[in-house]
């Protein structure tokens, strides 16, 4: 599977990646629709990364989430019933939701972002996924 | 050892669903609009009369949700309707409601899929409400209902399925299908769900073949397991609930409804149901190692810590601990359950304490040898089933539990009056010839086995023990069989209702939680062991009344609002302990306030919330004391709950108690004999508890009769005319507290 990486000393805090995130993902120019969270503290940047480890697989009670043919977790909505067990279990706070949102929305590792990173601090890392939730 | 959670036998094959489908059928369909609630609630109740198939539906007013809320609030105000004073279980007017409560159903907040349970009980002839998981409440609620009223009674075996997809409510004659719940929920939801992605959407309620027989029938309501791909069952378990259903020839109760979805309830502020669900699944996901290990080990972790306390029941409550626990402490059970998927009887629901001991081979009976999903144990199974009866054998406990379930029996009640026939037993009471050849030792789990086998073949010594320990105290009296007076010493029960399984005889406050519980002696209303006999910090008499005050009120909340009680205090947040009363876990009562709002959009404070609990609390008590109970007398625990009943208990604590005929009765223990001791210890601890319903009955504004006073009465708006009539003579003669 693929996972994203963040290189935290090339970051600068633009958020271009985020913009870009909402946008791919919900057609939005607002950042608060982003999968990625990149935000300054104390003249630092920290961000938030879904690494695709699938704990919120094992969480979810309708299988909603579930490993892709390619190892990324996906979400089927339809499924969904909006319990949110998957954002309170995920330990890096990588699933996420907007205001009034019935389903969270989470990184799909498409890679947008990486693309519109202007400093180059991310990228799409090659990793395996055998004994990872499914 | 591991165990494949999908490997068990298979009951529901297409092709004999199928012909079992065949064989229906149709004597009554209504059709219906089906609805989602607004802010929690659809303002309409469905109404069933299977005597002459009548199906309608009833308008919730305005004074329902004010007064009564929901869930067990309704169920009361129904069924007080439905019946007189007269009116017994088996009257076709008894009624049994199904309520979930407007806050029922929402998929954020753990705990959250509840329905009550409430019909006049074959066991003590009062209401009794029993909370109940499973998927059946959210999903009734979700077609449009607020509750489902039945009344009446079919002449033959019929299935209810209220379709809330295609607006349709069938009554149907179902031949074919098996009573046991194992088996009919699988086959049952197999033929109502459109196709596999349906199965989740369904959800079936049934009793098994005991219930046919016994008075402490229960219901199972199912949920789907998808990983397990199997349907799991819920039991709503006090009371008897079970036999009132098969009694009006009920086989089964199917709804189908919609996906629920985030926002099926349509809450007033859906952001604020996540906001506060999420902080709550973070604390279980932080804390629950710490703390309970429920996704572990489920309520089973408090076998060992009862155990430690003393207050683990073992042989008839006699004693509080015994050195074969560890046999059947949480660690053995850990081993034995399947660990690490969802375990949430309704969706949203972190706390994950369903657990299932997956391919469990079937020792006895008509399934031996079949392999099945285990729901359980839970703590009160453990402890019920097993070291009451002085069983220690973990897979006869697994044995008992899962045919409790499928045979439709509570196994609180089994495994209390279960204990009380081992200790009649034992004492000669009984014999091999009084119960037809059953050795009934304590310990004897193939006897244990077989006396619940014979209860739902309806013969032998389990029909008379089938009918509960109050009726089995009246039958051996009959007999002339064993001492009246150690009868009543010994057999657990109140109001006809047997004690669940820990040990008051140390607690004064949980003695009274026990014994002045609406319904009968469950722990549901008030669990004040720890805070009174452990940590002592209810000391008084007033300190005392003041916790069993709030406490089985704020515990009745769950009940009006369709919730689970493991939420608010089986996870605590980090710095619970820090607060000023840690014991009510301030922090968790204000989620309720939260999402009681973000629900119905109706702002509530704390002090609001116990007054919601309170009118019906006292309605349940006015109409207890309709039915006939209700009063001083009726509220009196047996001795045992109290204190050392026989020579052996006495001396097994001599120490304590010899200590406290000292210390609190001002009583030099030494040189007495035995006899004297027991007399002045049990006069001491009999006077103790007196007092201790005065300061209730006084907190909770009732005359010394138990009965409430007008000004509560009023204060709660419960004077109706009917209400009036009843109390008014007994309120001319009562005595008031200053
Ligand atoms: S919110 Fe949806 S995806 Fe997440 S755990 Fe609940 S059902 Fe599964
Ligand atoms: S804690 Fe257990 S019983 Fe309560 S709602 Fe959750 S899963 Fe159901």
Request: aromatic residues 10%; charged residues 25%; proline residues 5%.
């Amino acid at each position: 599977m693929k996972v994203l990486r963040i290189d935290l000393k090339k970051c600068d805090g633009t958020q271009a990646c985020m913009t870009e995130c909402a946008r791919a993902l919900f057609k939005s120019e607002d950042v608060a629709f982003s999968s990625i969270v990149v935000v300054r503290e104390n003249g630092k940047s920290v961000a938030t990364l879904c690494d695709q480890c699938g704990e919120c697989i094992s969480v979810c009670p309708t299988q909603a989430l579930y490993r892709s043919k390619i190892g990324t977790v996906m979400l089927k909505k339809d499924l969904c019933t909006g319990c949110f067990m998957c954002i309170g279990f995920c330990t890096k706070g990588a699933m996420l939701r907007v205001s009034k949102g019935l389903v969270p929305f989470k990184c799909i590792s498409c890679g947008k972002c990486v693309d519109a990173c202007p400093n180059g601090a991310l990228s799409l890392e090659q990793v395996d996924h055998e004994n990872l939730p499914a | 050892m591991t165990y494949d959670y999908t490997n068990r036998t298979c009951y529901a094959k297409a092709e004999e669903v199928a012909k079992m489908k065949l064989a229906h059928k149709v004597l009554k369909e209504a059709s219906f609009t089906p609805s989602l609630p607004q802010r929690g609630y659809n303002e309409r109740t469905l109404y069933i009369n299977l005597s002459d198939l009548t199906v309608s539906e009833k308008p919730v007013t305005q004074q329902m949700k004010e007064i009564f809320i929901g869930g067990r609030g309704f169920g009361l105000w129904q069924l007080w309707q439905a019946v007189k004073p007269t009116t017994r279980w088996n009257d076709p007017e008894n009624e049994l409601i199904i309520s979930p409560g407007p806050l029922a159903g929402n998929t954020q907040y753990p705990g959250s899929g509840k329905s009550i349970v409430v019909t006049l009980s074959p066991l003590t002839d009062i209401p009794i409400d029993s909370n109940v998981g499973g998927f059946f409440g959210p999903l009734l609620k979700f077609s449009g209902f607020d509750a489902l009223e039945i009344q009446g009674k079919a002449d033959r075996d019929v299935v209810i399925f209220i379709d809330g997809v295609e607006g349709k409510i069938q009554i149907e004659e179902a031949p074919q299908e098996p009573l046991d719940s194992h088996i009919a929920a699988e086959v049952f939801t197999h033929e109502y769900a459109k196709d596999e992605k349906d199965l989740q959407n369904v959800s079936v309620i049934s009793a098994g073949s005991a219930a046919d027989h016994t008075f402490i029938g229960c219901l199972n309501f199912s949920w789907y397991d998808v990983r397990r791909k199997a349907a799991r069952l819920k039991q709503a378990g006090r009371g008897g609930t079970g036999t009132v259903f098969r009694d009006k020839r009920i086989k089964a109760i199917v709804v189908r409804g919609p996906r629920a979805r985030a926002d099926s309830n349509h809450p007033a502020d859906l952001d604020l149901m996540a906001k506060t669900g999420i902080k709550l699944h973070k604390e279980i996901r932080d804390g629950d190692e710490k703390q309970c290990k429920m996704h572990k080990q489920g309520t089973a972790h408090l076998v060992e810590v009862m155990d430690a306390y003393d207050l683990l029941p073992v042989n008839n409550f006699q004693y509080g601990k015994h050195p074969e626990t560890p046999k059947i402490a949480s660690y053995e059970w850990e081993k034995r359950f399947t660990i690490g998927i969802p375990d949430g009887c309704w969706y949203g629901c972190s706390m994950s304490c369903c657990k299932g001991a997956d391919e469990f081979k079937v020792l006895s009976g008509p399934y031996k040898g079949h392999l099945n999903t285990v729901d359980g144990p839970e703590y009160e199974n453990a402890a019920g089933l097993g070291s009451n009866c002085g069983i220690f054998d973990k897979d006869w406990i697994l044995e008992s539990n899962f045919y409790c379930d499928v045979y439709g029996i509570d196994t609180i009640s089994f495994g209390t009056l279960c204990a009380f026939v081992m200790e009649c037993y034992e004492r000669g009471i009984l014999n091999k010839e009084r119960t037809g050849g059953l050795e009934l030792n304590f310990g004897n789990a193939e006897a244990q086995m077989e006396l619940m086998h014979q209860m739902a073949r309806g013969e032998g010594f389990g029909l008379i023990a089938g009918k509960g320990v109050a009726r089995m105290k009246k039958h051996f009296v009959e007999k002339g069989w064993g001492d009246p007076e150690l009868l009543a010493d010994i057999g657990m029960e109140v109001k006809g209702l047997e004690f669940s399984q820990y040990m008051s005889k140390e607690s004064l406050a949980q003695q009274g939680g026990f014994a002045l519980a609406n319904k009968g002696p469950q722990h549901d209303e008030a669990w004040l062991i720890f805070m009174d006999m452990v940590n002592n910090h209810i000391p008084t008499f007033e300190d005392k009344a003041e916790a069993l005050h709030y406490f089985p009120l704020f515990r009745t909340w769950f009940g009006l609002n369709g919730l689970c009680k493991l939420p608010w205090n089986d996870i605590e947040p980090a710095d619970n302990a820090k607060t000023s009363e840690p014991a009510k876990v301030p922090e968790h009562v204000q989620n309720y306030c939260d999402i009681y709002a973000g629900i119905t959009g109706k702002e509530l404070t704390k002090e609001g919330l116990i007054l919601m609990s309170e009118a019906v609390y006292n309605f349940q008590r006015i109409f207890n004391i309709r039915m006939g109970k209700g009063r001083r007398q009726d509220d009196l625990p047996p001795y045992r709950a109290v204190g050392p009943v026989t020579r052996e208990e006495y001396e097994s604590r001599a120490e304590r108690y010899d200590k406290q005929l000292k210390e609190k009765v001002g009583i030099d223990p030494e040189g007495k004999p035995l006899e004297e001791k027991m007399r002045l210890l049990r006069k001491h601890r009999e006077d103790q508890y007196q007092k201790l319903v005065d300061a209730v009955y006084k907190r909770r504004g009732w005359t010394k009769e138990g009965v409430p006073t007008m000004e509560t009465i009023k204060k709660f708006k419960l004077d109706f005319p009917e209400v009036l009539a009843l109390v008014e003579p007994l309120l001319a003669k009562a005595t008031y507290f200053e």
